[in-house]
């Protein structure tokens, strides 16, 4: 470092200062860096830029065993976009094995893990705890797809054990272990995606799975500060909705027939409908 009223040469070589002139320059130079520090500070407190993953994307919202709106969707997505579904595939809707198998037999997909692929899990590990809350939230025609017929929701302890085991078979081991696998978050440049929601005080890389895939009861009032856009299904919403930091793409197409994804590239945001 040079002594006071001295200035380093990119050579290394002090030299001495004229007059008062270095100190203006310091000056301006630290008052630049304060004012561009401010002008970020409040553009992600107050505003969001568009979401800028590092490729583009198109993100699909819930699926809820709707195969061919599925279908149709991948069908509209635009050449050179990388493909990710936000989760709960099953459950609802009629065909949750044949989307389950679909979806794994496509490499090309990325797959989140949703709160209902969650609790088809924990049926298989714990019929008799999961059972019964799984069963009251769409259980019921996922092991129908499978091939379970003789099934209702108020199933005893016995019956829920068989259940599982009759499911097991019919998905196989292969699937399981994939649909265990998905993972619960995605990263890319400032786009955070996710099944449910983000605690907004968290950054992404320290959010609990439990949030990822159940929600958090400040991620829709609580506004983040880090300029991150968090995309995620989830909450049904009429149509896809953008807010400060958050778009909710899930339009509940098992009962509405309608499936919503947004294509995000950098620019302005596009959304695709499939409505049947």
């Known amino acids: 470092m040079a002594p006071p009223g001295e200035t380093s040469t990119p050579g290394g070589v002090a030299s001495k200062a004229q007059g008062a002139c270095a100190l203006p320059v310091f000056s301006v130079s630290l008052s630049s860096l304060r004012f561009s520090s401010l002008v970020q500070g409040l553009r992600r407190r107050f505003f969001w ?11 699909i919202g819930d699926i809820h065993g709707c195969l061919t709106q599925l279908q149709q969707m991948l069908a509209q997505v635009p050449a050179g976009y ?13 065909e949750s094995a ?12 990325t797959c989140l893990k949703g709160n209902h692929e969650e ?4 049926f298989l590990q714990d019929p008799e705890e999961a059972g019964p809350q799984w069963l009251r939230h769409g259980g019921l025609e996922t092991l129908r797809s ?11 302890a016995g019956a829920l054990c068989a259940c599982r085991d009759q499911l097991r078979a019919a998905m196989g081991e292969d699937l399981i272990r994939w649909l265990a696998a998905r993972p619960v978050s995605l990263l890319s ?19 609990p799975e439990a949030v990822l895939l159940w929600g958090h009861r400040e991620f829709q009032g609580q506004r983040r500060r880090d300029g991150i856009w968090v995309v995620h299904g989830h909450t049904v919403v009429g ?4 807010r400060a930091g958050r778009i909710a793409i899930d339009t509940g197409a098992y009962a509405t027939g309608r499936l919503s994804a947004i294509c995000l590239d950098g620019g302005p945001l596009r959304f695709l409908n499939v409505q049947i």
């Open 82 to 94: 990388r493909i990710i579904l936000l989760g709960d595939y099953v459950d609802r809707g009629p």
């Open 146 to 156: 499978f091939g379970l017929q003789e099934v209702h929701a108020q199933m005893e």
């Open 189 to 207: 440049g400032t786009v955070l995606l996710v099944h449910a929601g983000a605690d907004p005080r968290r950054s992404p890389e320290d959010q």
């Open 49 to 59: 830029d568009m979401p800028r993953p590092e490729a583009p994307l198109c993100v």
């Open 239 to 242: 149509a896809p909705e953008v």
């Open 98 to 109: 044949a989307v389950l198998r679909f979806l794994q037999a496509r490499e090309d997909i």
């Open 119 to 122: 609790m088809l899990l924990r």
